[in-house]
């Protein structure tokens, strides 16, 4: 068959997840419609005046079900039709005929993201495997540092002179040379031969030289990110390549331009979104396709341009197809993965199921997006002077558009581009630049990563990270844009679902505060706060008695009426029942999830653990302090990820032990709830075997063992362990107190 008749990618729907998910979603949603039914029956039959603090303790964990249902439900939408694709680059059209590329690649902060690893990701980009007349390599440059400007000319110069030229003589797999000579061994390239050997021992003494020049770049200067300056643009394909090796070697090499934007202290900068909507490539290259690039992302894959091109030339699906995502992947994470870096949740199971709806979420880094699809939807003809309006006066820039653009869809100027509104700037852009305006995108997840990153690797910069992206998704949450109302005109009902759940989840913090507390204290205090059912007639058991016949005789046996199993009587209610159920569909859908991407059950519990843990902590304080933006009593920040491996550290992570080097706002919640659940679970048990019972109280025990289980490791972090990375005495000690007050107060307000 002929080339151009064979289709350049296919995407499969995922049946047999697709059965299971809405089998689950059904069951599940049954179970949850049982347990609001027979809570609010059991509202009607136990509220009493008397028993008010009882009543008001019930309805926080209700209102803590509800919470969890509804982001359960919202969370369906991802399971509704999940797809995966496979692409064809090998059907693509000749390479005259390919569109050009712009690489942008974001940089920030040298102290944070070291030169050397920012370098390999723009050689890594050099060295893609596209035609180098059509791609553009620019690197953002947000800290406005010389060192940069000036590594990346050391970089040129190998990249010119050795790199690029070794790669495609040899079709090198791992362009970036740092991975590349990591793991040498492991490359197997199709090339051995006593000629690549030698080769490969040249290059790799000029990347020795290469990294220590860099080195030197950033011993000689000192290093400060400058917040007031001029902009900076500069072609560094002129700088001059006076090594003596490279004669016979220099081939065509695509574009390289140092950018960095102007700033002024007075001005918001608006952190990377802004750096992103710089015109300085729509005036130089304007290519009609721009892949992001984080700095700390270098391609793995030479060919994602090629695969990218399998979905935006498919003139089928072209015209609406605003980018193309490939997933974030790390190259630092560990077997045991505690913290849960590589953020399987997103990247395995909800951007799947978002590519069988609209596609998925723009994800900051790794996507090629359409040019034109950022600065909105294509018309005719237009008004110069109309789109000077909102474009800015630069002539040269709205030459650039190249076609004419409907200025009536921009009408504040931050509807064009990277949107400002949230540090989410990825998914807020997404939301309302992408997905609202009618541009759909695809999820190309290939076996091969396509990028891989530098993945947060302890607990602070976990938790730091976890409370920007809380606090933007619930700027959007709060604002005009709130997905659940700004979507539904614009969006398919599930596609919204999805924009929603990942608008709302840092609320997950209310029930989960809510759960590691009311029940516990409330089982201290002798009440309980799940219902003994009000419907069900009990089927009653007892050891010795039959009580379906002689109740006075059982209760007069001191246990009761009450299933019995061993020592451990548990309650036989029909609400148990169904908070059974709902408790454990909802694990084992989970388990189903990670076990059926590739995780073990290990992960499940790291997972599940680093879910509880950001709940309590990140997902609270980025509400908080969104809400606080909101009000106007806070300024936006962006505080750039840590990206220098410090050998303890990742010494902690490869072990998979918790790194507790946090700060104390960060980690006093962990332990304050760890010791409740503690205490709570210690006298729930005591409590039973003093009086026998154990039916009226079993979940509210089962869900402190449950929590103390998960939080296994901050009690060893608090006793056991002795290294740097445990939990400070001074923590566990204020940390007892406030559980301990915090136990009190509660006790006297259930008592009074
Ligand atoms: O003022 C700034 C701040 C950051 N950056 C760059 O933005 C990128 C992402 O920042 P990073 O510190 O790595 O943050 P992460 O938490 O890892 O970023 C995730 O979340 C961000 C949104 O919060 C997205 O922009 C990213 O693509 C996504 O990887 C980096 O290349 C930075 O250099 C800037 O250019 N200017
Ligand atoms: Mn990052």
Same mark, same amino acid.
């Given at each position: 068959?002929?080339n151009?008749?064979l289709p350049l990618?296919?995407s499969h ?9 809405r089998?689950?979603t ?6 949850l ?13 136990t ?14 964990v209700?209102?803590g ?5 509804f982001?359960w439900?919202?969370?369906q939408a991802?399971r509704?039709?999940?797809v995966?694709r ?9 390479n005259a005929?390919?569109?050009a590329?712009?690489v942008?690649?974001c940089?920030?902060?040298p102290s944070?993201?070291p030169t050397l ?5 723009v050689?890594?980009?050099i060295?893609l495997?596209?035609?180098p ?6 690197l953002?440059?947000?800290?406005g ?6 590594a990346?000319?050391?970089?040129w110069?190998?990249?010119k ?5 070794f790669?495609?003589a040899?079709?090198i ?9 990591l793991?040498?061994?492991?490359n197997?390239e199709?090339s051995?031969g006593s000629?690549?050997?030698?080769d490969?021992e040249?290059?790799?003494?000029k ?7 860099v080195m030197?770049?950033?011993q000689?200067s ?7 300056h001029t902009?900076?643009?500069e072609v560094?394909?002129d700088?001059?390549?006076?090594e003596a090796?490279q004669e016979?070697?220099v081939?065509e090499?695509?574009l390289l331009?140092?950018?960095?934007r ?8 608006h952190?990377k979104a802004g ?7 729509a005036?130089?290259s304007?290519?009609p396709?721009?892949?992001? /690039?984080?700095?700390?992302m270098?391609?793995n ?12 030339l498919?003139?089928k ?9 490939f997933?974030?992947?790390f190259?630092?994470i ?5 913290y849960?870096?590589q953020?399987?949740?997103f990247?395995?199971?909800l ?6 709806l609209q596609?998925p979420i ?7 997006i359409k040019r034109e699809?950022l600065?909105?939807?294509?018309i005719?003809?237009?008004d ?7 474009f ?15 200025p ?10 990277f949107l400002? /509104? ?15 305006k009618?541009?759909?995108s695809?999820?190309c997840d ?8 530098a993945g ?5 910069d ?6 920007r992206?809380?606090s ?7 604002s ?5 109302i700004?979507?539904?005109k614009?969006?398919?009902a599930?596609q919204t679902m ?9 609320f ?11 029940p516990?204290?409330?089982l201290?205090?002798?009440?309980a706060?799940?219902p ?7 089927k ?6 039959d009580?379906e ?5 059982c209760?007069?046996?001191g246990?009761g009426?009450v299933?019995f199993?061993g020592n ?7 609400f148990?029942m169904?908070?059974s159920f709902v ?10 999830e ?9 992960s499940?519990?790291?997972?599940q ?14 509400s908080l302090?969104a809400?606080m ?8 920040n ?7 491996m410090d ?9 998979g032990?918790i790194?507790?080097q946090?700060s104390?706002m960060l980690l006093a919640?962990?332990?304050?709830l760890?010791i409740i659940?503690?205490?709570s679970f210690?006298?729930g048990?005591?409590?039973a075997m ?8 079993f979940?509210?025990v089962f869900?402190s063992l449950?929590?103390v289980?998960?939080g296994?490791?901050v ?5 056991l362990?002795?290294d740097k990375g445990r ?5 566990t000690?204020l ?6 007050i915090?136990?009190s107060l509660?006790?006297l307000?259930l008592?009074?």
């Amino acid at each position: 068959m002929d080339n151009t008749t064979l289709p350049l990618h296919l995407s499969h729907v995922q049946k047999s997840s697709s059965i299971i998910n809405r089998s689950h979603t059904l069951l599940h949603s049954a179970a949850l419609i049982a347990l609001i039914f027979y809570r609010i029956a059991s509202f009607f039959q136990t509220a009493k005046p008397s028993n008010l603090p009882t009543t008001f303790s019930c309805l926080l964990v209700f209102t803590g079900e509800l919470i969890l249902s509804f982001m359960w439900f919202l969370g369906q939408a991802y399971r509704f039709r999940p797809v995966y694709r496979t692409v064809f680059p090998e059907r693509l059209p000749e390479n005259a005929e390919l569109p050009a590329v712009d690489v942008f690649i974001c940089t920030a902060d040298p102290s944070k993201e070291p030169t050397l690893e920012v370098m390999n990701t723009v050689i890594s980009a050099i060295a893609l495997d596209y035609p180098p007349d059509k791609l553009h390599v620019y690197l953002s440059d947000d800290g406005g540092c010389s060192v940069t400007l000036e590594a990346m000319k050391e970089a040129w110069r190998f990249a010119k002179g050795s790199w690029v030229p070794f790669c495609w003589a040899y079709g090198i797999k791992t362009r970036c040379p740092e991975a590349y000579f990591l793991g040498e061994e492991g490359n197997n390239e199709s090339s051995s031969g006593s000629e690549f050997l030698a080769d490969r021992e040249k290059v790799k003494e000029k990347y020795e030289n290469f990294k220590s020049r860099v080195m030197r770049i950033r011993q000689n200067s000192t290093i400060i990110v400058n917040r007031d300056h001029t902009a900076v643009v500069e072609v560094i394909n002129d700088v001059s390549i006076d090594e003596a090796s490279q004669e016979d070697k220099v081939e065509e090499m695509p574009l390289l331009v140092y950018v960095s934007r102007e700033k002024r202290p007075s001005l918001p900068h608006h952190f990377k979104a802004g750096a992103l909507n710089l015109r300085v490539s729509a005036l130089i290259s304007n290519s009609p396709y721009i892949l992001v /690039l984080d700095c700390d992302m270098y391609c793995n894959d030479p060919t994602s341009a090629r695969q990218a091109m399998c979905f935006h030339l498919d003139p089928k699906i072209s015209p609406s197809l605003g980018f193309v995502q490939f997933p974030q992947k790390f190259h630092n994470i560990s077997k045991t993965d505690v913290y849960d870096s590589q953020l399987r949740y997103f990247f395995k199971v909800l951007w799947q199921g978002m590519d069988g709806l609209q596609g998925p979420i723009v994800s900051g880094t790794g996507f090629y997006i359409k040019r034109e699809a950022l600065y909105a939807n294509p018309i005719k003809d237009v008004d110069v002077m109309e789109l000077k309006q909102y474009f800015g006066p630069s002539n040269e820039f709205i030459k650039s558009f190249g076609r004419h653009y409907k200025p009536k869809d921009h009408q504040h100027s931050s509807s064009v581009g990277f949107l400002y /509104l949230s540090v989410v700037e990825d998914y807020f852009t997404s939301l309302v630049n992408m997905h609202c305006k009618g541009w759909k995108s695809v999820y190309c997840d290939p076996v091969r990563p396509a990028f891989l990153g530098a993945g947060t690797t302890n607990l602070n910069d976990v938790l730091v990270q976890s409370t920007r992206w809380s606090s933007g998704s619930v700027e959007v949450a709060l604002s005009r844009f709130c997905p659940l109302i700004y979507g539904p005109k614009k969006m398919s009902a599930l596609q919204t679902m999805c924009y929603g759940e990942l608008a709302f989840y840092p609320f997950y913090f209310l029930p989960l505060w809510c759960f590691a507390t009311i029940p516990q204290l409330c089982l201290l205090n002798g009440i309980a706060v799940y219902p003994e059912d009000v419907f069900c007639k009990r089927k009653l058991f007892c050891v010795g008695c039959d009580p379906e016949n002689d109740i006075a005789k059982c209760y007069g046996s001191g246990i009761g009426p009450v299933a019995f199993w061993g020592n451990v009587t548990v309650a036989s209610n029909c609400f148990f029942m169904v908070f059974s159920f709902v408790f454990l569909s909802s694990l084992s859908k989970h388990i189903q999830e990670v076990l059926s991407t590739g995780g073990s059950m290990r992960s499940w519990i790291n997972e599940q653990r680093i879910w509880m843990i950001k709940s309590v902590t990140c997902y609270l304080y980025g509400s908080l302090d969104a809400i606080m933006k909101r009000l106007g009593m806070k300024e936006a920040n962006f505080m750039p990820t840590n990206k220098v491996m410090d050998v303890e550290q990742t010494r902690l992570y490869q072990t998979g032990k918790i790194d507790f080097q946090t700060s104390i706002m960060l980690l006093a919640p962990l332990v304050i709830l760890t010791i409740i659940n503690v205490v709570s679970f210690v006298g729930g048990v005591t409590r039973a075997m003093v009086t026998g019972k154990f039916s009226d109280m079993f979940i509210q025990v089962f869900l402190s063992l449950f929590i103390v289980t998960m939080g296994y490791p901050v009690i060893e972090g608090m006793i056991l362990r002795k290294d740097k990375g445990r939990i400070p005495p001074s923590v566990t000690i204020l940390s007892v107190l406030v559980s301990m007050i915090f136990l009190s107060l509660g006790s006297l307000v259930l008592n009074v």
